[in-house]
């Protein structure tokens, strides 16, 4: 019975070995079987049930990683690294108490665990806890100096606060311990932009570029810093880059900045679509995570949504309110499905784009007679002198209200509302925009 039992146990090990080695190869589908061929034999292996949940979070599936990772708790409660990650699930669904609440029981458990110090504090940022953010990350940098995740998310905190001295700092210090971290970097170039250093942060950029000549996020908001040519929109590999590496925490991020641009866009609806009846085509443009889907679900029959990252649109899928999501260049997902959509809705993605006319041109041409457009760019002064569209320093475009006015009634459309709104903060700003809509 002993040798059965070691054999046992032998085989155990190599079966949760084989599911690591896939999982951290991004084999998901392999490594998810061995779990699951692991826990059809020892159902409370804690280690599996945890990894299994670790993975059902990254392919998206939040309910279910939460149950796993909750049962990994049960099996093995004094494990620090599991109610961390339950957290972080919790997070995740916006559960806040009981992500803080699994953060301050991982600290317990471990005093010294730095991933369950830096999570709570984003969390306390998150909710309004600015100072008691502060801390707990101040904290861990004062016992990691070379942890950049958490200068990073301090650096973030000052801007908010509007300390941007102190962000830069914060960023500066990092650098020397970690010369080629890209976010430190990229939060560098962004608080020098803010401080209206420009060449300061153009040498940021041209530093990155230099070390890494084809990654697209300097090179983008070096061309922005400079102003020596202006793209008609954000290269594809740019957002691509910047909203795959932020999916997992875009929302939280931006809970932090005050975001209004989904709730803005769904008020435009309720007044240009009349009440909510389920019986609309509906697309969400540039959807990112979703954030607009719940609120516009009431009004379509069918609600679709397209974005560029994949990563955003596996955080998308999660809501359970889409009944497709694709991948792909909006303007040319509008122009490869003509009159498909009585509503097209587009919150804060017009912000990477320049000149208008194409996505008119394209929404005019996707929607059925009569259908509503309805969307957000980031807005700059209207008045004699002042450029149709601008790339701002911060790599993001605003437009003239007069312009977009005359681009979408030059498309064919019947323009109904241009209202000058608040659409989030920026280190401690408003950011000022214009919220749209229009008849085809």
């Not at 949940?53 to 494990?79: C, D, F, K, T, Y």
């Not at 690294?81 to 953060?103: P, T, V, W």
Request: some cysteine; charged content about 20%.
């Amino acid at each position: 019975m002993p040798a059965d039992t070691d054999l046992a146990a032998a085989d155990g090990a190599r079966t949760l070995q084989r599911a690591m080695d896939a999982h951290a190869a991004g084999r998901f589908d392999e490594a998810e079987q061995a779990y699951a061929q692991l826990l059809q034999r020892a159902p409370q292996q804690a280690d599996a049930l945890h990894l299994l949940g670790v993975l059902q979070a990254q392919r998206g599936r939040l309910e279910r990683a939460a149950e796993l990772i909750a049962a990994a708790i049960g099996a093995q409660p004094h494990e620090a690294m599991f109610h961390n990650n339950y957290g972080n699930i919790c997070l995740e669904r916006g559960q806040l108490d009981a992500a803080e609440a699994s953060y301050l029981r991982a600290i317990e458990l471990d005093p010294a665990r730095l991933d369950a110090l830096n999570n709570l504090g984003i969390l306390l940022g998150r909710r309004g806890k600015l100072e008691d953010s502060e801390k707990v990350l101040a904290k861990v940098v004062e016992l990691a100096p070379g942890y950049a995740d958490a200068r990073q998310n301090l650096a973030n905190l000052y801007l908010r606060m509007g300390r941007v001295g102190d962000a830069v700092q914060q960023c500066i210090d990092g650098l020397i311990l970690s010369p080629r971290d890209p976010m430190l970097r990229r939060v560098l170039g962004m608080a020098y932009t803010s401080l209206g250093l420009r060449d300061e942060a153009i040498a940021v950029w041209r530093a990155w570029l230099a070390v890494e000549p084809d990654n697209p996020l300097p090179r983008f908001h070096l061309l922005a810093c400079t102003g020596e040519r202006m793209p008609e929109r954000a290269p594809d590999d740019y957002v691509t880059r910047v909203f795959d590496r932020f999916a997992h925490s875009f929302d939280a991020k931006l809970a932090q900045l005050g975001y209004r641009a989904p709730a803005l866009v769904a008020e435009a609806v309720a007044r240009h679509a009349g009440p909510p009846a389920g019986t609309l085509e509906l697309l969400d443009a540039g959807c990112g995570t979703g954030l607009c889907g719940p609120l516009l679900a009431p009004w379509a029959r069918r609600l679709e949504g397209v974005d560029l990252s994949q990563g955003m649109l596996q955080q998308a899928r999660e809501r359970g309110v889409y009944q497709a999501l694709e991948v792909g260049e909006l303007v040319a997902h509008l122009r490869a499905h003509a009159g498909a959509w009585d509503l097209v809705a587009s919150a804060d993605t017009l912000c990477y784009f320049g000149p208008l006319e194409a996505f008119a041109a394209a929404a005019h041409q996707a929607l059925r007679p009569g259908g509503l457009l309805v969307f957000t760019v980031e807005a700059h002064a209207d008045e004699a002198g002042q450029p149709d569209c601008r790339l701002q320093a911060n790599a993001r475009y605003s437009h003239r209200a007069g312009y977009v006015d005359a681009v979408l009634r030059g498309a064919g459309f019947t323009p109904l509302e241009a209202t000058r709104s608040v659409l989030r903060s920026e280190a401690g700003v408003p950011v000022q925009g214009l919220l749209l809509a229009a008849r085809a």
